[in-house]
């Protein structure tokens, strides 16, 4: 298979008229051109930008996708979507898909908005939780494109997550949507279960970009703060900080993790020094089927 290299902007591109029709509630709307390709110069990784047949008019659906929250998300989308319109002289619809709610449930901003010396900007776009999605309606109307998200949407079971599988597979979207479905299944089911309905294990799923960009999301942020204590203090500990952040952003993103259970975990692991302990426990952070289950890990390693 080699390595599982899908995203959400590939999976936003397959059948979107599909997903945009379901969005706009418009099933008459027509995608005429994926023109992505063509505005690199602009777009990230994982951005799509799609020239839609409106009733009156064409126009341009341009959709980011985040894992978490992004603070600078407005600004971007205002760039985003000006240079979109300037380039292609067609009304723009932004819209922002987060799939994963962040810890302490931040507002979700839906829009740009600056004053400086009188002068007003202000870009509204759409935001889209996945979270809040009803993963039957998904399967009901065979949005193809977010069949892999399933697991983290509103409803969403065993059950649904099968459905999901057998549905990746009648439309033939290959082993690689399979792997990000399995990714996010395993942030709400035991890898056992996981396995089973999707016929994947963590070693798979780890080789997944979806599953390294959660990792080094935590990773960074760990490595960053250790690094910004003084470069006295070495880059050894600097990792061994970001292990620990690691552990704690996986914990807050699978289990929901409260301020004071984060407090007491983050204490517990800023008494581990060895570097090797904190990778295995990364590893369970990410693999442990619920936050009772990995407390039982550390407290017996420690």
Same mark, same amino acid.
């Given at each position: 298979?080699?390595?599982?290299?899908i995203?959400?902007?590939?999976?936003?591109?397959?059948?979107?008229?599909?997903w945009?029709?379901?969005?706009?509630?418009?099933?008459?709307l027509?995608?005429?051109?994926?023109?992505?390709?063509?505005?690199?110069?602009?777009?990230?990784?994982?951005d799509?930008?799609?020239?839609?047949?409106?009733?009156d008019?064409?126009?341009?659906?341009?959709?980011?996708?985040?894992?978490h929250?992004?603070p600078?998300?407005?600004?971007?989308?205002?760039?985003?979507a000006?240079?979109?319109?300037?380039?292609?002289?067609?009304p723009?619809?932004p819209?922002?898909?987060?799939?994963?709610?962040?810890?302490?449930?931040?507002?979700?901003?839906?829009?740009y908005?600056?004053?400086f010396?009188?002068?007003?900007?202000?870009?509204?776009?759409?935001?889209?939780?996945?979270?809040?999605?009803?993963a039957q309606?998904?399967?009901?109307?065979?949005?193809?494109?977010?069949?892999?998200?399933?697991?983290?949407?509103?409803g969403?079971?065993?059950?649904?997550?099968?459905?999901?599988?057998s549905?990746?597979?009648?439309?033939?979207?290959g082993?690689?949507?399979?792997?990000?479905?399995?990714l996010?299944?395993?942030?709400?089911?035991?890898?056992?279960e996981?396995?089973?309905?999707?016929?994947w294990?963590?070693?798979?799923?780890?080789?997944?970009?979806?599953?390294?960009?959660?990792? @080094?999301? /935590? %990773? *960074?942020? +760990? !490595?960053?703060? #250790?690094?910004q204590?003084g470069? @006295?203090? /070495? %880059? *050894?500990? +600097? !990792?061994l900080? #970001?292990?620990?952040?690691?552990?704690?952003?996986? %914990?807050?993103t699978?289990?929901?993790?409260?301020?004071?259970?984060?407090?007491?975990?983050?204490?517990q692991?800023?008494?581990?020094e060895?570097?090797?302990?904190?990778?295995?426990l990364?590893?369970?952070?990410?693999?442990?089927?619920?936050?009772?289950?990995?407390?039982?890990?550390?407290?017996g390693?420690?």
């Open positions: 298979m080699g390595k599982a290299d995203g959400s902007k590939r999976l936003l591109e397959t059948e979107a008229e599909t945009i029709c379901w969005l706009l509630a418009d099933p008459s027509q995608v005429k051109d994926t023109l992505s390709g063509e505005f690199q110069f602009v777009l990230r990784q994982n799509v930008l799609l020239r839609v047949q409106g009733k008019e064409p126009f341009l659906v341009l959709a980011e996708s985040q894992l929250f992004d600078t998300m407005p600004c971007r989308m205002r760039a985003y000006a240079l979109a319109e300037e380039k292609y002289a067609q723009v619809y819209v922002v898909f987060y799939w994963l709610p962040s810890p302490g449930r931040q507002e979700l901003v839906d829009h908005h600056s004053e010396m009188g002068l007003v900007a202000h870009q509204d776009f759409r935001v889209v939780p996945v979270w809040e999605i009803d309606e998904v399967l009901n109307k065979e949005i193809v494109a977010l069949v892999p998200f399933i697991p983290l949407m509103r969403a079971d065993e059950k649904a997550i099968q459905e999901g599988v549905l990746l597979r009648k439309r033939d979207m082993e690689e949507a399979e792997v990000v479905m399995a996010f299944a395993s942030f709400v089911m035991s890898p056992e996981v396995c089973r309905i999707v016929r294990n963590m070693t798979v799923l780890r080789e997944s970009p979806w599953y390294r960009e959660i990792v @080094q999301e /935590g %990773l *960074q942020k +760990g !490595l960053e703060q #250790g690094l204590q470069l @006295q203090q /070495g %880059l *050894q500990q +600097g !990792l900080e #970001g292990q620990r952040e690691a552990i704690l952003h996986l %914990l807050r699978r289990f929901d993790l409260s301020k004071t259970a984060a407090d007491e975990v983050g204490r692991l800023r008494a581990i060895d570097q090797g302990l904190l990778r295995a990364v590893v369970e952070a990410a693999q442990a089927q619920n936050l009772k289950d990995f407390l039982a890990t550390l407290n390693q420690k």
